[in-house]
């Protein structure tokens, strides 16, 4: 991952002045008083008053609109142009010959309105392009996902059993860029976005190297994303699958996009990897390229509790020196 994608990328960690709301679910789950595993989160929060959710949530709306601010000349794009995919040109970049040349257009099962005024992409403006030798079925349910055309989980069980690969890591660009793509687990493209769009998960490179945020559609409901998902993973997808150069696994990818069926479903796993591999900390607040609904930063919280709850160690984590409260200041 090249240091213009991480540059983009505004962090800051939960905490208050008398030792942070996460510190206190820490102690609780040191004494004894955290949820099990599994257990709703609704539990935990009801120990919460109401004051209090509203003083996180204005807090953390702080956190990302200064993000937001620090970040509004971008214009929802970043620099890539020192990637490694390269433009295609006559042939392929020697780090891109992996990949076929021509780009499958996406077909969106609905109508997505994209923000206007960040510089985002549509389904209809991306294309996707596979490695050599991906045979249909793969590509058939790597475009249903993105597109969300698929309407059952019955569809992703059917396409793996006819030989579907449900770990093929495609890349996405926009339509006519000869550039090599960014690429996404299917776990990841899957995951539906509960940011309002504000938070930029899902990328695809342009004609210029320039990182452009996709406004993918919503699925029409959180079951029938939770059923895909299970599909996936029961039809063999790594839950921990981390496409090269991407800034998170599928669980960091449900928490950045405010997802908690998502994140839920993936924590219910037994072999969840809760420690990113990359260099971001799990509980780093994902850069926004405008405010996200209150309804966001809610569930923000409620899944950072939860991740306390199961390793509170996740509190104290450091990248290259600096922990949480570094990445606040």
């Known amino acids: 991952m090249s240091d213009g994608h991480d540059s983009h990328m505004a962090s800051a960690a939960m905490a208050d002045g008398d030792g942070g709301d996460a510190d206190d679910v820490a102690e609780e789950d040191n ?18 008053s109401h004051e209090e959710d509203g003083e996180m949530a204005e807090e953390e709306g702080e956190g ?27 042939g392929f970049d020697d780090d891109d010959d992996d990949n076929e040349e021509d780009g499958h257009p996406v077909v969106a ?13 549509g389904p209809d403006d991306i294309e996707a392009r596979f490695p050599h ?13 993105i597109g969300r055309t698929i ?22 660009r926009q339509k006519s860029s000869e550039w090599a793509g960014f690429p996404y687990s299917l776990v990841q493209l899957a995951i539906d976005d509960k940011s309002d769009y504000a938070v930029p998960t899902i990328q695809a490179e342009d004609s210029h190297a320039v990182l452009r945020f996709v406004a993918l559609p919503q699925g029409s409901s959180d079951e029938l994303q939770s059923a895909v998902l299970t ?26 996009s405010g997802n908690q069926t998502a ?12 420690r990113p591999r990359g260099p971001r900390m799990r509980m780093e607040l994902p850069y926004a390229m405008r405010p996200p609904p ?9 899944m950072f509790r939860h991740l306390i709850q199961r390793d509170p160690t996740l509190a104290t984590e450091q990248r290259y020196g600096y922990n949480l409260v570094h990445q606040a200041a």
């Open 64 to 90: 990302l609109q200064a993000a937001a601010d620090s970040e509004s000349e971008s214009d929802g794009v970043q620099d890539d142009s020192d990637d490694d995919g390269g433009p295609l040109g006559d």
């Open 109 to 121: 099962a609905t109508t997505v309105e994209v923000p206007d005024d960040l510089g985002c992409l």
């Open 133 to 145: 030798d991906t045979d249909d079925p793969t590509k058939q349910l790597t475009l249903g996902i």
């Open 263 to 274: 994140f839920e479903l993936l924590m219910l796993r037994h072999d969840i990897d809760l």
């Open 294 to 302: 209150s309804e966001y930063l809610r569930r923000l919280m409620s």
């Open 231 to 256: 599909a996936l993973l029961d039809g063999g997808a790594d839950l921990n699958l981390e496409a090269d150069g991407s800034l998170w696994t599928p669980i960091g990818l449900a928490i950045a």
């Open 31 to 48: 004494n004894g008083g955290g949820q099990p595993d599994g257990q709703d989160d609704s539990d935990a929060d009801s120990d919460l």
């Open 151 to 172: 309407t059952s989980p019955q569809q992703v069980t059917d396409l793996i059993g006819q030989g579907a690969d449900p770990n093929v890591v495609p890349r996405l």
